[in-house]
C-alpha cells in the first residue's frame, strides 16, 4: 500500500476538493464523493500513513497525484 506520511483531515479534504470530490457529510467520519466514487476519511489529525495511501487509492488517485495536489 502506498504512503503519505501523516496529513490533517483538513489538508486531505483539501486536496480531494481539488480532485473533484464534495462533502456530502460530516459527522465522525467525513463522507466525500465525486458521483462515481465515494469514499470516508476519519477525522484524526495527523491521518495515519496506511490510511491516507488507502483513501487516495479509493479516490482513484496515485501517491504522486495526490501528493501534487496538496
Same mark, same amino acid.
Given at each position: 500500500?502506498? /504512503?503519505?506520511?501523516?496529513?490533517? &483531515?483538513? $489538508?486531505?479534504?483539501? $486536496?480531494? @476538493?481539488? $480532485?473533484? !470530490?464534495?462533502? /456530502?457529510?460530516?459527522? /465522525? &467520519?467525513?463522507? #466525500?464523493?465525486?458521483?462515481?466514487?465515494?469514499?470516508?476519511?476519519?477525522? +484524526?489529525?495527523?491521518?495515519? +500513513?496506511?490510511? #491516507?495511501?488507502?483513501? +487516495?487509492?479509493? $479516490?482513484?488517485?496515485?501517491? @504522486?497525484? !495526490? /501528493?501534487?495536489?496538496?
Amino acid at each position: 500500500m502506498p /504512503k503519505i506520511p501523516g496529513i490533517s &483531515h483538513q $489538508a486531505a479534504i483539501r $486536496a480531494l @476538493e481539488k $480532485a473533484g !470530490f464534495v462533502v /456530502k457529510r460530516q459527522g /465522525k &467520519h467525513i463522507v #466525500m464523493s465525486d458521483g462515481t466514487r465515494i469514499i470516508t476519511i476519519p477525522r +484524526a489529525n495527523p491521518i495515519d +500513513a496506511y490510511t #491516507m495511501g488507502g483513501i +487516495a487509492k479509493d $479516490a482513484g488517485l496515485t501517491v @504522486e497525484q !495526490f /501528493k501534487t495536489l496538496l
